[in-house]
């Protein structure tokens, strides 16, 4: 499912307008983004699931084309845990 295909379901089921329904969406990424980059960043959202931001570890890898060895660097990364109700709706 597409971004704007999500807009029209949610403006279908909500009663309202795309451009409300676009205007919502693109409030709860702001904000998930903004709640993510705190120190703890986490949100939890019940029965659908939890974003979570997680410290990756720097690690070696390999160039897959030359087989040479690489550092990656250590970085943050965004985990998500689904809630009791999403997993079994799916």
């Not at 939890?44 to 550092?71: D, S, Y």
């Amino acid at each position: 499912m597409t971004k704007a295909e999500l807009v029209e379901k949610m403006a279908d089921e909500a009663g309202i307008t795309k451009v409300a329904a676009a205007a919502a969406l693109d409030s709860f990424t702001a904000n998930v983004g903004k709640a993510l980059k705190k120190k703890d960043g986490k949100v939890t959202l019940v029965g659908f699931g939890t974003f979570m931001k997680v410290r990756r570890k720097a690690r070696k890898g390999r160039n897959p084309q030359t087989g040479e060895v690489i550092k990656i660097k250590a970085a943050n990364v965004v985990k998500f845990k689904p809630g009791k109700k999403l997993r079994d709706a799916v």
